[in-house]
């Protein structure tokens, strides 16, 4: 007879405004992972089809608890939203704690809340190691459905975690007239994984900036509705062109009806931060 085993989680949305029960971006976070497979871990992220599903396993040194952050499709070293999400639920589960230090393939990462309750979280990203992108202008325009002179500078490699290409457009009705062209995309803005994505902004009329990210999935682009790993790169594009003391509002998910609010900070010292509201909105237990 097979046994079975009882794995309780709970669902999330990261970068949400308010309480709105449909903002932000989904996370189911598996509290008690440890001994699970990676197969395993696979098969419950391609279950569940969430952007990225995390796994919290016991700390087995300075860190608070250990994660491993998978996609439908592959694993993920770092990614914004799930460690915002994971660390809400590590911190409820250890009595409330304000910071927690969350281990990753990317690294340590320390995450912290300044609210009652630990409402908005903080992640402190990786330095940033950035790159120039080879292609064309005119085929990276082309591989999000516009015009060459809707770019406003030149796209970029950036790594605070996981790398992604960054390409700067002049509007924010740019940003959101985009359309991505999956063979362009994998074409062009695959990175060594053989992952591939674009991440796309402007500046808002309000002054807050516009963003969406296009990647490639099972031959299809699919549109994320908020990315903190994004976010934290463009903290590393404002960095590595030396400005410091940046603070940004970004809006992200309103193409796929998931809006969402990122803050971004690069502060005086050049650390990245990214800042974000998590609801929890459900929990129940997992029959595998």
């Not at 098969?43 to 994660?67: D, H, I, M, Y």
């Not at 809340?113 to 950035?130: F, H, I, K, M, Y």
């Not at 695959?190 to 992952?195: H, K, L």
């Amino acid at each position: 007879m097979t046994s079975t085993r009882e794995l309780p989680f709970r669902l999330l949305n990261v970068f949400a405004i308010g309480d709105e029960p449909f903002s932000g971006n989904p996370l189911c976070v598996f509290e008690e992972a440890a001994g699970l497979t990676d197969d395993e871990m696979q098969g419950l992220a391609r279950q569940l089809n969430l952007s990225e599903t995390t796994f919290v396993s016991p700390p087995v040194g300075e860190e608070t608890a250990a994660v491993r952050i998978f996609t439908p499709s592959y694993e993920m070293p770092f990614a914004g939203h799930p460690t915002l999400g994971t660390a809400a639920v590590v911190s409820a589960r250890g009595g409330g704690a304000s910071r927690v230090l969350l281990s990753m393939p990317a690294g340590l990462i320390p995450v912290s809340t300044d609210t009652s309750g630990g409402t908005v979280w903080t992640l402190r990203a990786n330095a940033p190691e950035t790159a120039p992108v080879a292609a064309d202008p005119a085929d990276l325009a082309r591989m999000v459905g516009l015009d060459v002179t809707a770019l406003a500078d030149a796209a970029s490699w950036v790594d605070t975690g996981t790398v992604q290409m960054l390409l700067p457009l002049r509007s924010a009705a740019d940003v959101r007239a985009a359309r991505a062209d999956p063979v362009l995309l994998r074409e062009l803005a695959t990175r060594p994984d053989e992952q591939a994505l674009v991440y796309l902004w402007a500046p808002r009329e309000d002054g807050d900036l516009e963003a969406r990210l296009f990647f490639t999935q099972d031959g299809a682009v699919i549109e994320d509705p908020a990315t903190g790993s994004a976010c934290a790169n463009l903290g590393g594009w404002f960095h590595a062109r030396g400005e410091r003391a940046v603070r940004r509002r970004i809006h992200q998910g309103d193409a796929v009806h998931r809006p969402s609010v990122l803050d971004l900070e690069v502060d005086d010292d050049g650390a990245i931060l990214v800042s974000g509201a998590v609801r929890e909105v459900g929990r129940g237990t997992y029959t595998l």
